[in-house]
């Protein structure tokens, strides 16, 4: 039934329409990501597309395709952002009144994004799915079209036109991987890209904390998960789509979860290596590229998006300075007496170990009277090198306790 469906989506037309909206995003060969995962890493850098994702390929299709009567009436969805600025957009080069419902918990940048385009914007609920029963709400009430953000044939074939900028650009690839949230990316990119090469593999990438489509192949049926908890807010998707997850039954070969930690790792690598940024749902499949079981296989890794506030992208620099052995933290207690510290900027001194932040607090030692607590975070090259610092301070007779 569902390839039946899947045969009348017309990606070469929907690449036509998209012709001046859209732009043709192109590969970036990945040293680093290569390297690490052992294959031929390409990314596909949806994160500099306009609006900062690809979701305005999926929406700009759909709308473009109302009749002049539904275009009138004016549209309505629900995000968590990129698809909400993805339908604004589109909607404001159409000339038709669109209102976006968002999470609560959607990041400021992509609310006032979403604002930019002319977009009248509601906040509703905690996640998608609250959001997204507020807007079926105030559709029924206007008369609004529903553009979903990923459970629609003509989003979907949108989206399957980044299948063939990959293969007109590396025509021999072999596995392209690609972030899950409702799905509607996997199912066009995968459909599109097996019509013209059957042997393609597909792998899709879906937060541990929001695994909504394994959860969905688990039970054979979409079945909506007990909660989310993911910094990957744009895949943060408590229930799969209905489209969606019989086409990715029949066309997705593998799905890989990816942590929090995983995502930071990759922010970093990503942001010093090819000094680009991306959001943490776009981040899943180069974060899945270093899990394959497979060697020297040309791999496509679709970074789906890079709208993130800058806030998020501090946390993301310091925590992945961390998980890389980048960043040490520790505290240790040492007598309240003259030279004490002296000896601890010594030690790190010796180490070649940068001191970025020092605090120094006598009430909170051990021994109050006798001893301080001090706090330190210095800059290191790796892990091994954390291993030699705190050697030496205890071959120096101080105890640390990492933070």
Do not use: W
Not at 178 to 202: C, D, E, F, M, Y
Not at 301 to 324: A, F, P, Q, Y
Not at 356 to 385: C, M, P, Q, W
Request: glycine share 8%; charged share 25%; with cysteine.
């Amino acid at each position: 039934m569902i390839k039946n469906i899947a045969g009348t989506l017309d990606f070469n037309k929907a690449r036509e329409a998209l012709k001046g909206v859209a732009a043709e995003t192109k590969l970036i060969y990945s040293p680093v990501f290569s390297k690490e995962s052992e294959n031929e890493i390409y990314i596909k850098p949806e994160n500099l597309q306009v609006t900062g994702s690809f979701k305005v390929r999926g929406a700009y299709n759909k709308i473009s395709k109302l009749s002049n009567e539904d275009k009138s009436k004016g549209i309505i969805t629900s995000s968590a952002g990129n698809h909400a600025q993805g339908v604004a957009l589109s909607a404001q080069k159409l000339g038709i009144k669109a209102t976006i419902v968002m999470p609560t918990s959607t990041p400021l940048l992509k609310i006032n994004a979403t604002k930019s385009y002319g977009a009248d914007v509601v906040l509703a609920g905690n996640v998608y799915d609250d959001a997204y029963r507020e807007a079926k709400r105030l559709q029924e009430q206007y008369g609004y079209t529903f553009v979903h953000a990923f459970d629609d044939l003509d989003v979907i074939e949108g989206q399957g036109t980044i299948a063939l900028e990959i293969i007109d650009e590396l025509s021999d690839v072999e596995y392209i991987l690609v972030p899950i949230g409702g799905g509607g990316l996997i199912s066009g990119i995968s459909i599109a890209a097996k019509r013209l090469n059957p042997n393609i593999k597909i792998i899709g990438v879906e937060p541990i904390g929001a695994a909504s489509m394994i959860k969905a192949l688990e039970m054979n049926k979409v079945t909506a998960l007990d909660r989310v908890v993911t910094i990957a807010d744009g895949c943060a998707v408590g229930k799969a789509g209905v489209s969606t997850y019989e086409i990715v039954k029949d066309y997705v070969d593998d799905i890989i979860t990816i942590s929090d930690d995983e995502l930071m790792d990759a922010f970093l690598i990503l942001l010093e290596n090819h000094k680009l940024i991306a959001e943490n749902s776009g981040l899943l499949s180069l974060a899945a590229s270093k899990k394959l079981d497979i060697k020297d296989k040309k791999v496509v890794c679709v970074v789906s998006g890079g709208n993130i506030d800058v806030l998020s992208i501090n946390m993301l620099i310091n925590h992945g300075l961390v998980t890389r052995g980048r960043r040490f933290s520790f505290t240790m207690n040492v007598e309240d007496k003259p030279g004490q510290l002296s000896k601890i900027t010594q030690i790190l001194g010796s180490q070649n170990a940068n001191i970025i932040e020092l605090s120094h607090d006598r009430y909170k030692g051990d021994n109050k009277f006798a001893d301080v607590e001090l706090e330190v975070a210095v800059i290191t090259e790796s892990h091994e090198h954390i291993e030699r610092i705190i050697k030496d301070f205890n071959d120096n007779g101080f105890e640390i306790n990492r933070i």
